[in-house]
């Protein structure tokens, strides 16, 4: 028994006790169909790739004839602009892509594959799902919707009854009915297994069914929420967040960040776009190693506290980033091991404060002889507490002796530079 065959074009030869099939054809001819249908039902995966042309006859007709025990099914790439409702036939099908075709129809005989786990048809032109063609698709884990670039896709129906989904991305949570939006928020609650949500075109007033919902998804590992434009969102419902919570995407207008982001302690990336924020803090959670802050995404940000952040290592912030800032506090972070030069492009920058960082880093501000001093020294006024003044309190006369002249300890570094 061969485990699995590639077919390409120098070996375009059939093994009938093939498992798994991997087309690698540029043009699957007619007379390969032919050979198909002679072929004993033995496969249970069928994988397309860099296939340029399909036979003029239903490449699908064929497989669902002749492939009963077909498990798996990849049309990833194909040239294929209708998937025909012969795929109904295939009902031991568990996994079945059509990402990156020209399908524009998901036909309903898909409610016929019971055992379905898996339906990806990202990448494509399917702007709308009947949710009642999945009803009875009770076993269904993973349903990858198109990106976000073509605007997701709406839910046209229940879809509470999907209790096993895993994976749940980019769906429209606005309707053109607001009590629909709000029906389809509230199915959400059921859908207890999710892994991964994405969902857009959010009104605030849908914020607090989503927060209701995501409360009982405890095991939810990544999660991105996108706000119909100019709308603001309000996340402050959500009391307990799930703690297996991983990644978090925000997009939208928000009067304040909601307090139980940094109760996530297993957060690695979190990503906030056109939030409007005036101040945001970060305080004793999310361990990340990197923060990054692009161009665009906090344009009034005024006041910005690091705190707490034990895994920070990298700091970076573009330019244009934070245009209006004029305060900075970094306090806590011991694996940040030197000051983030991008400071330096923080121009309306007027207070920078250093508190509970170690002595090595605070070296690399001392003027004129830290390496790390221009990218301070526009800053009119910078202070600083090392990390040992609180832990031990006799450290105190070291910390004043090794910063020559005393007035550098805890003061304004311009003031230490002056009266060198």
């Not at 699957?28 to 397309?48: G, P």
């Not at 629909?180 to 959400?188: D, F, G, N, P, R």
């Not at 706000?227 to 009067?255: N, T």
Request: aromatic share 8%; with cysteine.
């Amino acid at each position: 028994m061969s485990f699995c065959q590639v077919l390409g074009e120098a070996d375009p030869s059939w093994n009938d006790d093939t498992r798994r099939w991997s087309m690698h054809m540029h043009i699957i001819m007619n007379k390969h169909l032919e050979t198909i249908r002679r072929t004993k039902s033995r496969v249970r995966s069928v994988f397309l790739f860099s296939v340029g042309e399909l036979p003029k006859k239903h490449l699908l007709g064929t497989l669902a004839v002749n492939f009963k025990l077909l498990k798996v099914l990849d049309l990833q790439g194909a040239p294929l602009d209708q998937l025909h409702e012969e795929v109904g036939n295939l009902l031991h099908v568990r996994y079945l892509s059509v990402k990156r075709t020209k399908v524009k129809i998901i036909p309903k005989s898909i409610g016929n594959l019971h055992n379905l786990q898996t339906l990806n048809f990202k990448y494509l032109n399917v702007h709308v799902l009947q949710i009642k063609i999945l009803s009875k698709l009770r076993k269904l884990r993973h349903l990858i919707a198109s990106p976000s670039f073509l605007g997701g896709v709406k839910m046209q129906g229940r879809i509470g009854h999907l209790e096993e989904l895993q994976i749940l991305w980019d769906v429209v949570a606005n309707n053109d009915e607001e009590g629909v939006s709000l029906t389809a928020i509230k199915e959400l609650e059921n859908l207890r297994q999710l892994r991964k949500l994405g969902i857009r075109d959010l009104k605030r007033e849908s914020g607090k069914g989503l927060c209701n919902a995501i409360e009982k998804m405890k095991h939810l590992q990544y999660l991105r929420v996108w706000a119909i434009k100019d709308e603001i969102l309000d996340l402050h419902c959500l009391s307990s967040p799930p703690e297996s919570l991983q990644r978090f995407s925000l997009r939208g207008r928000l009067e304040m960040l909601p307090n139980w982001i940094p109760k996530l302690d297993n957060l690695v990336a979190l990503g906030l776009y056109s939030s409007g924020l005036i101040e945001l803090k970060f305080h004793d959670g999310c361990d990340e190693e990197k923060l990054y802050i692009g161009v665009g995404r906090f344009w009034k940000l005024k006041l910005l506290h690091l705190r707490g952040l034990k895994g920070l290592k990298v700091v970076t912030i573009e330019e244009g980033g934070l245009p209006v800032l004029n305060e900075l506090w970094i306090g806590d972070c011991p694996q940040l091991k030197e000051v983030p030069s991008c400071i330096r492009n923080l121009r309306e920058l007027k207070s920078l404060y250093f508190t509970d960082m170690p002595t090595e880093f605070l070296d690399r501000l001392q003027p004129d002889k830290g390496q790390d001093y221009q990218a301070v020294e526009h800053v009119p006024n910078v202070q600083f507490t090392p990390a040992e003044i609180r832990r031990y309190p006799a450290y105190h006369q070291i910390i004043k002796e090794r910063y020559n002249p005393q007035e550098y300890y805890g003061h304004d570094v311009r003031k230490a530079k002056g009266s060198m």
